[in-house]
């Protein structure tokens, strides 16, 4: 596609609920970064792949968040038993290789009521 | 203390005005530095990105590094409404996305 792909765009969901987050990079990107952003503030890093590996998952918070990439493409970030402070726009960016600058999609407003 | 310090406004100025934004930074190992655009409900835009000290210049974008003193600059000359965004200083100790940190934005609202 032309750019980063994210769906939904909007998640609404309640406290407890497990959620899936879709990104589609731009085609022939093998990096691709998940970043968190919370109103007000500046994306914060959770996690970078290249290719089908997690290279680095440093930011992830706990273990109610897993992330996978599993034919270099596509990546889906998972959170499990979601509370109200997941609440955030959830940021997903590609880059031709992990030395490129990054392309980011609009992101998936997730809700946790 | 944060690593990546930006003054988040709002800063208003009149159509026309040269703009300056900033950040200041405490990882001396951040070799990369960027600036992002951001309008709302859209995900940040890559305006500027410069290696190590100096200036960088592109349109009426002109970006300044200067490690010694840990400070970044992003100056917008002639600006226009449509330059009204948040804009998000980054910065990274190595090439790409390396956990690039990034600055909490700057409103900017530029008045017709």
């Known amino acids: 596609g032309a750019g980063v792909s994210q769906t939904p765009s909007n998640k609404v969901t309640e406290k407890g609920k497990y959620v899936e987050l879709r990104c589609d990079p731009i085609?022939?990107?093998?990096?691709l970064y998940w970043y968190r952003q919370s109103l007000g503030q500046g994306p914060e890093f959770l996690i970078y792949?290249?290719?089908?590996?997690?290279?680095?998952d440093s930011g992830l918070p706990n273990d109610r968040f897993f992330a996978v990439r599993p034919e270099g493409s596509v990546s889906t970030l998972k959170i499990q038993r979601t509370e109200r402070g997941d609440s955030a726009v959830y940021l997903c960016?590609?880059?031709?290789?992990?030395?490129?600058?990054?392309?980011f999609g609009s992101g998936t407003q997730l809700s946790v009521l | 203390q944060k690593e990546v310090e930006q003054d988040p406004g709002p800063l208003s100025v009149p159509e026309g005005a040269i703009v300056s934004l900033n950040c200041t930074y405490s990882?001396?190992?951040?070799?990369?530095f960027m600036w992002y655009r951001q309008y709302s409900r859209k995900g940040p835009e890559l305006l500027m990105y410069?290696?190590?000290?100096g200036n960088k210049e592109d349109g009426r974008f002109t970006a300044q590094v200067d490690k010694s003193s840990k400070y970044i600059s992003l100056f917008i000359r002639d600006s226009q409404p449509s330059d009204s965004a948040t804009y998000l200083c980054?910065?990274?100790?190595?090439?790409?996305?390396?956990?690039?940190?990034f600055g909490a934005g700057t409103r900017l609202f530029v008045k017709a």
């Open positions: 960016a590609s880059s031709l290789t992990s030395g490129e600058k990054l392309f």
């Open positions: 085609s022939g990107h093998t990096a």
């Open positions: 792949f290249q290719g089908t590996g997690a290279a680095d």
């Open positions: 990882n001396s190992a951040f070799q990369y």
């Open positions: 410069t290696y190590s000290s």
């Open positions: 980054a910065m990274s100790p190595a090439a790409g996305g390396f956990k690039t940190i």
